[in-house]
């Protein structure tokens, strides 16, 4: 079944506690995308990366880190997180041909809260 | 400064009218944009890309316009159902800061369909 996994699926954490938020798809794509939801702001986009080892930052990049060593898997990093940083964080992966990113497929989601 | 606005937080129809989803834009000019669908708590799932040579696309009671002189897309439900109750979003392209393609998306309109 094509599916986008993320782990964990709820995560309570404190301020300070490195954390990291695992992505993995099994589509073969090579557009994946991080985003955070958040009441009022919607979805915004975190990182992004177009293929393996090429990474770029989205709107909102401050205080996250990622990595793209292989093309299944773009995992997100929380260095140091603060309590700003408690939102639900959602995965996602394309292809991408031509200049166009289809359609994203979304994983489950992480509901991520920093005390 | 770069805006999606999609026109309302909430939109209520009666059931079996037609829901008209708006999506308005300011300095972007996408490529393309597309129409998702999201239920609570639930990552987006994708319904409809539509082409800047586009000025419609249809799937099944769903129909996209995009209008790119007036930069705005809109959304239409016909025969809308109860179960068409949800927030839809709306996402176009743009450059991100190293060059490559991103894709932004609006707030939402939460459509509830009342029986």
């Known amino acids: 079944e094509a599916q986008v996994t993320q782990n964990p699926r709820y995560l309570i954490t404190v301020t300070g506690k490195k954390l990291t938020v695992t992505c993995s798809q099994n589509m073969n794509h090579e557009y994946m995308s991080w985003y955070r939801q958040d009441p009022g702001l919607g979805l915004r986009q975190i990182y992004y990366s177009m293929n393996v080892e090429v990474t770029d930052k989205g709107d909102v990049p401050e205080g996250y880190k990622v990595s793209r060593k292989e093309k299944r898997n773009f995992p997100l990093i929380l260095e140091s997180p603060s309590p700003n940083q408690t939102s639900l964080y959602f995965c996602?992966?394309?292809?991408?041909?031509?200049?166009?990113?289809?359609?994203?497929?979304f994983g489950p989601g992480t509901r991520l809260t920093v005390t | 400064s770069q805006k999606i606005e999609q026109n309302s937080e909430a939109l209520n129809i009666q059931e079996g009218k037609t829901a008209t989803l708006t999506c308005n834009y300011t300095n972007y000019s996408p490529a393309y944009l597309q129409w998702y669908r999201q239920d609570p708590g639930r990552g987006p799932v994708f319904l409809l890309l539509?082409?800047?040579?586009?000025k419609e696309k249809r799937k099944e009671r769903l129909k996209v316009t995009f209008d790119t002189t007036l930069k705005q897309s809109l959304f239409h439900i016909t025969a809308s159902q109860p179960a068409d109750s949800a927030t839809y979003l709306c996402?176009?392209?743009?450059?991100?800061?190293?060059?490559?393609?991103?894709?932004?998306f609006g707030t939402g309109t939460k459509l509830q369909v009342i029986p």
């Open positions: 996602a992966s394309s292809t991408r041909t031509s200049g166009v990113t289809y359609e994203q497929y």
């Open positions: 996402a176009l392209d743009s450059a991100g800061s190293g060059g490559y393609q991103k894709v932004t």
């Open positions: 539509i082409r800047e040579n586009e």
